[in-house]
């Protein structure tokens, strides 16, 4: 039997883009269907950007050892990490992501995280996003569309509202039959969790 497997996400949150192995991996043994959802992580980043320090001031964190934690965790899963300096405004991205969707596009949910984690791009620029979506075979005309236009903003403003009513306060979140896993979780324990909400192996 298959089910739906809501993910809740944004594309500056390093922990999501942890989990998108997990998440194929998950796609290839079990029925399910996986549906991206978008999350507001740091909706009010200025247009210019945000040093992490000022991210993350007053919090008395080691930027250099939390990148190098994370590094690590990323390196083990086999994806590519390189050095931030700044959170972007993901607003924009969010709506390319779900136009994306629309057309059976996966690859730019990648291309994007790869964008911000690997290449310290700032994805809150359209000239950026244009370039991400024309790298992954998306129609120019449609990009652009999306972007200026905002074709697009009342599906993530839906998306946003739905994690409101859920009460999700952190992603990634996934969330199946009213349950909810929070957190980079495990793969061990988001295969526990699809098949608590009865997901069966596929069929090899």
Same mark, same amino acid.
């Given at each position: 039997?298959?089910?739906?497997?809501?993910?809740? $996400?944004?594309?500056?949150?390093?922990?999501?883009?942890?989990?998108? #192995?997990?998440?194929?991996?998950?796609?290839? /043994?079990?029925?399910?269907?996986?549906?991206?959802?978008?999350?507001?992580?740091?909706?009010?980043?200025?247009?210019?950007?945000?040093?992490?320090?000022?991210?993350?001031?007053?919090? /008395?964190?080691?930027?250099? =050892?939390?990148?190098?934690?994370?590094?690590?965790?990323?390196?083990?899963?086999?994806?590519?990490? @390189?050095?931030? $300096?700044?959170?972007? /405004?993901?607003?924009?991205?969010?709506?390319? @992501?779900?136009?994306?969707? $629309?057309?059976?596009?996966? =690859?730019?949910?990648?291309?994007?995280?790869?964008?911000?984690?690997?290449? @310290? #791009?700032?994805?809150?620029? !359209?000239?950026?996003?244009?370039?991400?979506?024309?790298?992954?075979?998306?129609?120019?005309?449609?990009?652009?569309? !999306?972007?200026? /236009?905002?074709?697009?903003?009342?599906?993530?403003?839906?998306?946003? =509202? #739905? =994690?409101?009513?859920?009460?999700? $306060?952190?992603?990634?979140?996934?969330?199946?039959?009213?349950?909810?896993? !929070?957190?980079?979780?495990?793969?061990?324990?988001?295969?526990?969790?699809? #098949?608590?909400?009865?997901?069966?192996?596929?069929?090899?």
């Amino acid at each position: 039997m298959g089910i739906t497997l809501e993910v809740f $996400t944004d594309y500056v949150c390093p922990w999501c883009f942890l989990s998108t #192995r997990r998440i194929e991996k998950l796609k290839q /043994n079990y029925s399910i269907e996986v549906q991206l959802a978008f999350f507001p992580l740091h909706p009010d980043t200025p247009p210019e950007g945000l040093a992490l320090e000022k991210l993350f001031a007053g919090r /008395n964190l080691d930027i250099a =050892a939390m990148h190098a934690r994370m590094k690590a965790l990323m390196d083990a899963e086999g994806l590519p990490y @390189g050095v931030r $300096t700044h959170t972007y /405004n993901s607003r924009l991205a969010q709506e390319l @992501g779900k136009w994306g969707d $629309t057309l059976g596009s996966h =690859a730019i949910h990648d291309a994007l995280y790869r964008a911000y984690f690997a290449d @310290g #791009r700032d994805i809150s620029k !359209v000239d950026v996003l244009m370039e991400i979506a024309r790298s992954v075979g998306l129609p120019e005309d449609g990009a652009r569309d !999306v972007l200026e /236009n905002r074709t697009f903003k009342d599906a993530v403003d839906a998306d946003w =509202a #739905r =994690a409101r009513s859920y009460g999700i $306060t952190g992603v990634p979140t996934f969330v199946s039959g009213g349950q909810a896993v !929070v957190g980079a979780q495990p793969y061990d324990v988001l295969e526990r969790f699809v #098949r608590q909400m009865g997901a069966t192996p596929s069929i090899a």
